[in-house]
């Protein structure tokens, strides 16, 4: 997905927080809401509580856009602001962690099929590297927590859109059984 269509989702999904927040929801409420899009409690913080630099951050990344900078050059110019929050955003937004390579590779369109053959393998790739199953029954790993770690460890890999909690959910209960109440017993995170 083009960093414009990503800019376009952000700020679809920012003005769905203005209406939550113009209704009443408080900022756990809006972190559980916006937890499946990807929205940490940090980002969401951000959006609440420091509007005016997101909204600079948000027109910069407009006019990059427009003049077509690549994705390289756009997180090196956000490297001199040195902002957590920034760099929290720019990582939903999946500009972070990115290598040359990957911002100037050519997707390439497959069919349904062999996407959903390379996510069950991406899944399994990720289970292997993050995830640790054990014979105790106090080891217990919540939905979240896991969707928050995976989300954290796609986009470290990968330059395109991160499944969602749903998708690793369904792989979750295949590989481990049916989680009770969202939490799978007998498993850490590494």
Known sequence: MSLEKRLQEFKFNLETISLLTSLGRTQEQLVNNLEPLSFNEELVSFIQNNRRLLNSVLLRLQVYVEQNVKETEICSAFDKLNNTNVNNLLTHLNLLNKTTNDTEKEQVVVSNDSEELEDTNRFDTFFQSCVTQTDEMTDI???????????????KQYNEE??????????LNDKLGKSKKSTWCKVCLN
Do not use: I, M
């Open 141 to 155: 790993v919540k939905s979240s927590q896991f969707y928050l770690a995976f989300t954290n460890w796609w986009n």
């Open 162 to 171: 991160t499944p969602t909690k749903k998708e690793l959910r369904t792989y």
